[in-house]
């Protein structure tokens, strides 16, 4: 399975992300974490210790490993780079491990205008397809709102598009604006995981306001949520309940699959 979780920030997305990783791997499952969100806490939900989330270097901060495998500096433009630079062994390479879980932070590319294709860009792109494409792992990444990490062919493997959404509007038009940027991905089906659920007529208001998207579950709002992340710890170690909904809904995407 390769997944993408998306949705605007603070919805929980990474609560889901973190806890669908930690299910998989207690089942047996190699698992690769990704977080490609410029607010990166991917790590803590997992449940490392702040230690090794200290030793996570974002990739596109690896100036030498952008400069060697690209051929260009980063931060230039201008030149000739390698638009196809080896990226299969970086997972082994720089991936931090803990619960059989290997954790990679893509980092933030700034680019120079629009259209820029930075070198940073090509590395980290490359990396995604090769995640998507070809390892045999299961692949979950915490995507921001967008989906830039993403290209043309590798989003259309993604086995599952999941957006969440909090009872809002703006949480509504983030899932519809990400459909929008999936389908033009050629993504064929964006999924929707209702999260800070708190009464039945927030489960309802989703439902009402994504027609054309299938809601395939929910994450109630728990307050040992929100206890692990004050404590720093996964929610998969503090909310039993939540454990649950994510094993349900991950029932849910492999009847899918």
Known sequence: MKIAITGKGGV???TLSGTLARIYAAEGYRVVAVDADPD???????????????????????????????????????GFFTINPKVDDIPEKYAVEFNGIKLLVMGTVETGGSGCVCAEHVLLKNLMAHLVLERKDIVIMDMEAGIEHLGRGTARAVDAFIVVVEPGARSVQTAEKVKELATDLGVKE????????????DKQFIIDNVPNLEVIGFLSYDEKVVEADLKGIAPYDNSPSTVEEVKKIKGRLEKLN
């Open 40 to 78: 990166a806490n991917l790590g803590s939900a997992l449940g490392f210790s702040k230690d090794l989330v200290k030793q996570v270097i974002p990739l596109a901060n690896m100036k030498d490993l952008v400069e060697e495998r690209t051929g260009m500096k980063p931060g230039t433009s201008g």
């Open 190 to 201: 964006v999924l929707v995981v209702g999260s800070k659920i708190r009464k039945e007529s």
């Open 12 to 14: 929980g997305k990474t």
